[in-house]
């Protein structure tokens, strides 16, 4: 079995920030990966609406990290519960949790991936061309003068650095 896999909306950052918001399909798993900052809501619901999908039929939403650019119309999504790099979060209930391996369905699994920020994730899907990983693409925002593994204190600091090949 493979999942489905459609770009809801492409990211760009400039002097404008957007995130790239996916939609994954796999069995009765639903699910919306980084639902950030878009020019307006419609962006994401008209696509999905395209689809055949209301907000309500979305089972999972997964953050590649919490920066508001990936985050910011996850409520979008009120039944769902959100995925990030160390628990599952619906209403009031916080379920701790390692990403790392954790299966949404057969076709979907979460990846821990330190990059951009210490609890970047990635998302791996098996699709029938093969395998999609949907990450954030990009340096880490202030890169470590040694190439040694990011860290909370190198990385999110405040301020933006262009990276033109970085997906936000």
Known sequence: MTAAFHVLTTGYADTRVAG????????????IADPGMVADRRLILDPLAHHGLNPEDV???IFSHH???HTLNAALFLRAPFHDHMAIYRDDIWEDRDADGYQLSPSITLMT??????????TLVTVAEGL???????????????????????????????????RR
């Open 132 to 166: 999609v990983v949907l990450t954030h693409g990009g340096p880490p925002r202030d890169p470590p003068t040694t190439p040694s593994r990011p860290t909370a204190s190198n990385c999110g600091r405040p301020g933006r650095r262009s990276w033109p090949s970085a």
């Open 20 to 31: 790239t918001v996916t939609l994954l399909v796999d069995g009765e798993t639903i699910a």
């Open 113 to 122: 991936t330190p990059g951009h920020t210490a609890e970047d994730v990635s």
């Open 59 to 61: 089972t999972d939403v």
């Open 67 to 69: 920066h508001p650019d």
